[in-house]
């Protein structure tokens, strides 16, 4: 029952760029939650926007949502070092586990 | 500190030989859940729990059991485990279902090899 699919699967950048990640869905959902993965850790909550946003920032972080296309985006902005880990998407489609992606890999490279 | 407590990080063992992950929240969340994480596949989930007593099946459920007696805790169980259950687990709970809005919270997960 995969839901969200990421979009790229690896992605390298100079420290200090823009990093922007997209994830598609296939069915109607209720919001879709960014997380983080440091190697061999546990995910971390970044960002959730519900249906009814179109955009919402945290920090250097950008997340749109497009319904209409069933896909959103995360932009990391001015890319550091640290930011360097996997990036997944998770979709809560209501009354239903919520459904995670494959996830991007972000290098940074300093 | 606000945190979901995996136990243990990590285990080699052999095949047949019942082992337990246990899982530990303090956060007084009602909904718990377990993943598994294999290279190209990403995280799917095992089980999960609504409440005390409630569980249900995931997208991969076939090897493992659960239960939830408390509302702080869920162990995963695998009663024979074989090699195709290595792999890299992780526990997660958030408030009321999935969903509510709410975002989930992870433990560090447990890496398992099943020789």
């Known amino acids: 029952s995969q839901q969200g699919e990421e979009d790229p699967q690896a992605l390298s950048i100079q420290e200090g760029e823009n990093a922007t990640m997209n994830c598609s869905y296939k069915t109607s959902i209720n919001n879709l939650q960014w997380y983080r993965q440091n190697s061999g850790r546990g995910l971390v909550h970044l960002i959730l926007?519900?249906?009814?946003?179109r955009e919402k920032h945290s920090g250097r972080l950008r997340v749109t949502l497009d319904t209409s296309k069933k896909s959103s985006s995360l932009l990391i902005t001015a890319s550091r070092a640290a930011d360097t880990a996997s990036y997944f998407c998770a979709t809560d489609a209501g009354n239903t586990p919520l459904v995670f992606g494959k996830g991007t890999r972000l290098s940074v490279i300093a | 500190e606000a945190q979901v407590t995996q136990n243990p990080r990590y285990l080699i063992t052999v095949t047949g030989k019942k082992l337990t992950v246990t899982c530990s929240q303090n956060?007084?969340?009602?909904?718990m859940s377990w993943y598994r994480q294999d290279p190209g596949l990403g995280l799917r989930q095992i089980y999960y729990s609504m409440n005390v007593e409630v569980t249900d099946k995931g997208d991969v459920p076939e090897g493992y059991k659960v239960s939830r007696k408390e509302k702080r805790n869920f162990p995963l169980i695998l009663e024979s485990p074989s090699p195709n259950q290595t792999s890299l687990y992780f526990c997660?709970?958030?408030?009321?279902?999935?969903?509510?809005?709410?975002?989930?919270?992870f433990g560090d997960g447990t890496r398992l090899s099943i020789l």
């Open positions: 926007i519900r249906s009814n946003e």
């Open positions: 956060m007084n969340h009602e909904y």
């Open positions: 997660a709970s958030s408030f009321l279902g999935a969903s509510s809005n709410q975002p989930q919270h």
